[in-house]
């Protein structure tokens, strides 16, 4: 089984940048990708971004959220298997809960956008933004 823990959340600014991380633990060679939602009060669960790893031991292939790409890095430390989503320029309307998810199930997910195709999640990091 694979677990994933979310950290790096916090309260920033308007303007700010801020690293959210993913740490993966348990059978991590079968994790297809990793994706990170999420979710503000009152709000549906959001895609974010995500990277597939395609079977590989490092690096991988980002997909991003149309609306968000500008803004958002979703990058794989190599060493270490860590996720991680970067965000800059951030807004009020980036408060959110933010989720790590992995795919341990799908080779090819033609729903990566979508939270229902993700086996595996993580409780949540809170990232608040004040203006």
């Known amino acids: 089984q694979v677990q994933v823990v979310e950290s790096g959340g916090g309260s920033v600014q308007a303007g700010d940048s801020l690293r959210l991380s993913c740490t993966p633990s348990g059978v991590i060679f079968s994790i297809k990708a990793v994706a990170w939602f999420r979710q503000a009060p009152g709000e549906e669960r959001e895609f974010v971004g995500g990277i597939r790893w395609n079977g590989r031991w490092s690096g991988g292939d980002p997909y991003y959220a149309d609306s968000l790409k500008n803004r958002v890095t979703v990058s794989r430390e190599n060493s270490k298997n860590t996720v991680y989503l970067e965000m800059s320029r951030l807004k009020p309307e980036d408060t959110a809960v933010y989720y790590c998810?992995?795919?341990?199930?799908?080779?090819?997910?033609?729903?990566?956008?979508?939270?229902?195709?993700?086996?595996?999640w993580g409780l949540g990091t809170q990232v608040t933004v004040s203006s």
């Open positions: 998810a992995a795919d341990t199930q799908h080779d090819i997910n033609q729903y990566e956008a979508k939270d229902w195709s993700y086996d595996v």
